[in-house]
């Protein structure tokens, strides 16, 4: 692939098109099917997208290695979700909630950590050639 970071651009765009889609099915009274089947996909993708587009975006230099931090930010998306399920199990058994909790923050943080890989090592090929 001779230049990678064209995707940067679309990758963002795509999130920003998430966000405001998780935020008109948060506020709206009975929303429109389409952003309701683009809410529940997201939940399964943003995480690893995300990590990836910061890990394109940013690239392996060891300048901006601090910034790659920022891929965390939409970690609390799928824990919107995730929290009433698991907020029970806190109340009523304590370790089976923290462990379904800790488990899921985990799998988050794993997506999120392989896409990063992912995007700074397509980076890393893409300023080689």
């Avoid at 997201?42 to 990836?52: K, N, Y």
Wanted: proline share 7%; net charge positive; charged share 10%.
């Amino acid at each position: 692939m001779k230049n990678p970071q064209i995707y940067v651009k679309p990758l963002l765009w795509f999130h920003l098109i998430v966000c405001l889609s998780w935020l008109y099915v948060f506020h709206a009274q009975e929303p429109h099917y389409l952003p309701v089947t683009l809410f529940i996909w997201s939940i399964f993708a943003i995480q690893f997208s995300w990590g990836f587009t910061i890990g394109l975006a940013v690239g392996p230099a060891r300048k901006d290695r601090g910034r790659l931090w920022w891929s965390l930010l939409t970690i609390f998306m799928p824990l919107y979700l995730m929290a009433p399920m698991i907020l029970p199990l806190l109340f009523g058994a304590p370790l089976v909630g923290l462990a379904y909790f800790s488990a899921v923050l985990i799998i988050l943080g794993s997506e999120t950590y392989t896409g990063l890989l992912l995007g700074v090592k397509m980076h890393s090929e893409g300023s080689d050639l």
